[in-house]
């Protein structure tokens, strides 16, 4: 059987490595959190402008379908309160079997 002796470790030259690899653990885990929380900054900043588009291009469509509804009905008062009268009795007709 072999003893195993249990000198403590002295050997300055090998804590010195130990510490300097785990500097560096750190350096590159730091270096790694700050590259995902630019990409993940990035990443927002692309899907913000985007939804900004989209709300832009829906607030035109609207604004748009708004004018077009606004024409028709003083092109065509009486057509326009009939459908919305036949509309409002079938909407209540439906509410009313719920």
Do not use: C
């Amino acid at each position: 059987m072999a003893a195993h002796s249990s000198r403590p470790i002295t050997d300055r030259g090998g804590m010195e490595s130990v510490r300097e690899k785990a500097g560096d653990i750190k350096s590159s885990l730091q270096d790694m959190g700050s590259t995902a929380k630019q990409m993940a900054q990035e990443q927002f900043e692309g899907v913000r402008d985007t939804m900004s588009t989209y709300y832009e291009q829906g607030r035109e469509r609207a604004m748009d379908l708004e004018q077009s509804l606004e024409n028709r009905v003083r092109e065509r008062p009486i057509s326009s309160i009939l459908v919305a009268t036949g509309l409002g009795f079938l909407i209540g007709m439906l509410w009313m079997r719920k």
